[in-house]
């Protein structure tokens, strides 16, 4: 199984990053986690969907190619970064030939505010809900960074563990059912 990784935040020593590369460690080895790069696609712009550039070319792929499509993002002004919203629009145009229908997706978030990265979240939800990407709806995973959350060596702390190894479960469970439910439709067709 192959989960693209799609982080909302470009900073060096994300938060975002640093946990879902963490989360990573708690799926089983057969699970391949590829972290999509977004920071070299262009502003989106319409004009270029006949040409689009390479960087944009290779996402596209990236994502076409994974079974399931994990996000990890912060909350910038109570919504989604515009680099992660770029990337998506990249990837859902020309109309007709995006790359996100029928895709599984699961979110997190953590920021240092109490509320975690809801109202990102729920912002994201509507995006992917419009792009026909089946999404995780609970359990839901607002986190704040706070010391313990991950340990020295960079994996999950103890007191998350068992709470965000259950959500890798539950996705992972959610890719498989909507693969094999994909893969059933197109069999009978």
Known sequence: MRIALLIGSLREGSYNARVAEAMTRLAPAEVEFARSRIDDLPPYDQDDDKDPAPSVRRFKEEIARADGVMFATPEYNRSVPGVLKNAIDHASRPYGLGVWTGKPAGI???SVGAIGTATAQQHLRNILAYLDMPTLGQPEVYLQWKDGLLDE???????????LGGWMDKFLAWVRHH??????????A
């Open 153 to 163: 060596q960079g994996n999950i702390g103890e007191e998350s563990r068992e709470f």
């Open 179 to 188: 693969s094999a439910a994909a893969g059933a439709g197109a069999a009978a």
């Open 108 to 110: 997190i978030g953590v």
